[in-house]
């Protein structure tokens, strides 16, 4: 827990690292926003509107290797990152109007609101593929995950509707879960939703080495997931989701209280098992005895 080495930049203006993953270089890939100007290195970044994704790779030492930034006019950031064996970057992000990341601009569904991201680098920053998913409304990327194979998995938020491939969904309620999965050229393999009357969020995804994705995320009130109904106790309550490589629901479970309880973030170990963090209010038996949270009487 000793720490090897700092690496610390930034401009005169609010910057934030959003996301980091290992490369098989031993180096690290980070992602996330700047506003006006910032250095990374010797490198100098200048904002093309109110804030710039940029993405990063370090070396083993935390020395700058390369950096890259993609923006216009709005509010652009990386939300996640991984890396695939080969050590090529998949980059999930939210972008607003007009954006090119490395390739031909993108054009987001409503205009100064914002769609998700998906798109592939290499190793150095170079650009193999880039899409959007989005309509006249907001949609918010939640995670993105990457199996041995190359298979990339993520998942994330719409209203109204989404079309991932050439499937178009509708939404439920106000906002719906997505969990899609693409081959590595970024081919949509399938897609799928899941959401009840009022506001669902898949905000954690991981994948294992058969392809079996597990996601994390909340729904406020009921939310329905193939045959099953969750009922949430008063507020928000975290589920988690396990699907095959095909999409078939494996099981799902919710956890919560009377207030907001979310998962967020999801890793597997070995076998397979979920490691899950997020936060809660007052109480969230998810063991016993329940935890309680630490707050002023």
């Not at 064996?85 to 607003?96: K, L, R």
């Not at 990327?141 to 509707?161: E, H, K, L, Q, Y």
């Amino acid at each position: 827990g000793e720490a090897q080495w700092l690496f610390a930049a930034g401009g005169a203006d609010s910057d934030g690292a959003n996301a980091v993953a290992a490369t098989p270089d031993g180096g690290w890939i980070i992602g996330g926003s700047f506003a006006d100007k910032v250095s990374f290195g010797s490198t100098q970044l200048v904002s093309a509107g109110r804030t710039d994704a940029f993405l990063l790779k370090l070396d083993a030492t935390g020395a700058v290797q390369w950096a890259k930034q993609f923006g216009g006019l709005y509010e652009d950031s990386i939300n996640n990152l991984a890396v695939d064996v080969q050590g090529n970057i998949i980059v999930q992000a939210v972008f607003a109007d007009e954006v090119s990341w490395g390739g031909a601009k993108l054009h987001a569904g409503g205009g100064s609101d914002a769609d998700v991201l998906l798109a592939k680098y290499d190793g150095n920053g170079n650009h193999l593929w880039s899409k959007n998913f989005g309509n006249q409304f907001n949609e918010v990327p939640g995670g993105v995950a990457v199996d041995p194979a190359g298979n990339i998995v993520m998942t994330g938020s719409f209203d109204r509707s989404i079309k991932i491939g050439d499937t178009e969904h509708g939404n439920a309620g106000e906002s719906d879960v997505f969990v899609a999965r693409f081959a590595a050229d970024g081919t949509a393999l399938w897609s799928k939703t899941f959401g009840g009357p009022r506001e669902d969020i898949g905000y954690g995804i991981a994948v294992d080495a058969a392809g079996a994705i597990t996601v994390s995320g909340w729904f406020f009130g009921k939310m329905t997931i193939g045959d099953k109904t969750l009922t949430g106790k008063g507020n928000k309550e975290f589920f988690l989701l396990k699907l095959d490589a095909t999409g078939a629901m494996q099981w799902v479970s919710a956890y919560g209280d009377r207030d907001h309880d979310q998962g967020r973030v999801v890793a597997l170990n070995k076998s397979g098992g979920a490691v899950v963090a997020g936060v809660f209010r007052f109480s969230l038996p998810i063991a016993q005895p329940p935890l309680q949270s630490s707050r002023n009487e």
